[in-house]
């Protein structure tokens, strides 16, 4: 692995890590700052019994308790496979511009990790999804929404 960009070598020894101290599934990821490594993780999922505790997610989680910031906009992620829909998400809400990764997302489904059925229900109309939105009266809920507006 030595013609490895370093920092992807590294999500590579962290998907390794993780998915064989039985404590997580094969993913690994940093985020880096200045050629550094400011924040770095392995899926945890099974170890904190948290569906969210994905390797990408890990890692910015750490970055920003790092860096003292919610965003992240000075810094690149490398992950060892291409981020499920619910990291992309946090890697936008983060403001990661730019994102190296390894394996896809088809050699995830491969191995039992496909999230295409994300992607094809996120486009889809609210009613047409497989999981239930209910709408219920926000009028309680808009109070805060108010509230912040007004600061």
């Known amino acids: 692995m030595s013609s490895t960009d370093p920092f992807l070598q590294r999500a590579v020894e962290l998907s390794i890590q993780g998915s064989t101290q039985g ?20 899926n945890q999922v099974i170890a904190d019994t948290d569906p969210s505790a994905h390797a990408e997610i890990v890692a910015i989680r750490n970055a920003a308790k790092n ?15 291409e981020p499920c829909p619910m990291c992309l998400g946090a890697i936008y809400w983060a403001k990661i511009p730019k994102v190296y990764y390894a394996n896809t997302r088809h ?8 999230d295409a059925l994300i992607y094809e229900e996120i ?14 009266s926000k009028e309680e809920a808009m109070k805060a929404f108010e509230l912040w507006k007004e600061k």
């Open 67 to 81: 860096l003292g910031t919610y965003e992240l906009a000075d810094c690149e992620l490398y992950t060892s496979c």
């Open 107 to 114: 050699d995830a489904a491969d191995i039992g990790f496909d």
């Open 23 to 42: 404590k997580g599934y094969p993913f690994g990821a940093v985020v880096v700052r200045n050629g550094t490594i400011v924040g770095e993780g392995h």
């Open 123 to 136: 486009p889809k109309p609210m009613e047409e999804r497989k999981v239930e939105m209910v709408p219920l």
